[in-house]
């Protein structure tokens, strides 16, 4: 079935970075775009970005350019977001999700969810 | 603005129908789509498209749009769809993604 697995759970000093993947199986990876979503404790979702398969397409949200990279590796149909310079607001769970059209197109919902990767920031 | 506002609960008892509204600028012009979140799990996409149910989500939930708001309405409401609720679409611009802050659906 058509799945999204995401690294572990991460703790991390402030200034630091860290970098998240995502390993899509059960499609053809170059098929669709995949967005990167964020979830403070108690706090509602936050869009981050959104990339092709390669990451040789990708947009930031405005609020996170220069501080996110987003990156894919076709091989192994991976793609990894890297946050750095964190702060405690980072502190937040880290999706990534399927865009559901079909590329080139994308911005067409969200239908596949990777499980979730918990990032804390904290001295 | 790319803004998208909802009501932060609702409550409804069993069998009743929920309505859960979403109101932005740009909903005229872009597309609308609604997620499920239970707690500790990842969202599910419950309608995309302003109204198109994907396969395997109850036919209970359904979506409308009218000018700068859209619906997702939950008809037969049962225990199991107490969950937070989270409208989503594009700028006007078609250059980012947007969330509502979300509404939390409670289940008398």
């Known amino acids: 079935q058509v799945r999204l697995v995401q690294s572990g759970t991460e703790l991390r000093k402030p200034g630091a970075s860290v970098k998240v993947s995502c390993k899509a199986s059960?499609?053809?990876?170059?098929?669709?775009?995949i967005h990167w979503v964020r979830q403070a404790p108690g706090q509602g979702l936050e869009w981050m970005g959104i990339?092709?398969?390669?990451?040789?397409?990708?947009t930031y949200a405005q609020k996170f350019q220069g501080r996110v990279t987003m990156t894919g590796d076709t091989s192994t149909s991976t793609v990894y977001l890297e946050v750095s310079s964190l702060r405690s607001e980072d502190t937040a769970v880290y999706y990534c999700?399927?865009?559901?059209?079909?590329?080139?197109?994308?911005?067409?919902?969200?239908?596949?969810w990777g499980q979730g990767t918990t990032v804390t920031v904290s001295s | 603005s790319s803004e998208l506002t909802q009501p932060p609960s609702v409550s409804v008892s069993p069998g009743q129908t929920a309505r859960i509204t979403c109101s932005g600028d740009?909903?005229?012009?872009?597309?609308s789509y609604w997620y499920q979140q239970r707690p500790g799990q990842a969202p599910v996409l419950m309608i995309f498209?302003?109204?198109e149910r994907p396969s395997g989500i109850p036919e209970r939930f359904s979506g409308s749009s009218s000018g700068t708001a859209v619906t997702l309405t939950i008809s037969g409401v049962q225990a199991e769809d107490e969950a937070d609720y989270y409208c989503?679409?594009?700028?006007?611009?078609?250059?980012?993604?947007?969330f509502g802050g979300g509404t939390r659906l409670t289940v008398l």
């Open positions: 990339m092709n398969s390669s990451g040789g397409r990708k």
């Open positions: 059960g499609y053809t990876f170059s098929d669709y775009y």
């Open positions: 989503q679409s594009v700028d006007s611009g078609g250059n980012s993604v947007t």
């Open positions: 999700a399927r865009d559901r059209a079909l590329a080139p197109l994308f911005f067409g919902g969200m239908d596949v």
């Open positions: 740009a909903l005229p012009k872009q597309y």
């Open positions: 498209k302003d109204n």
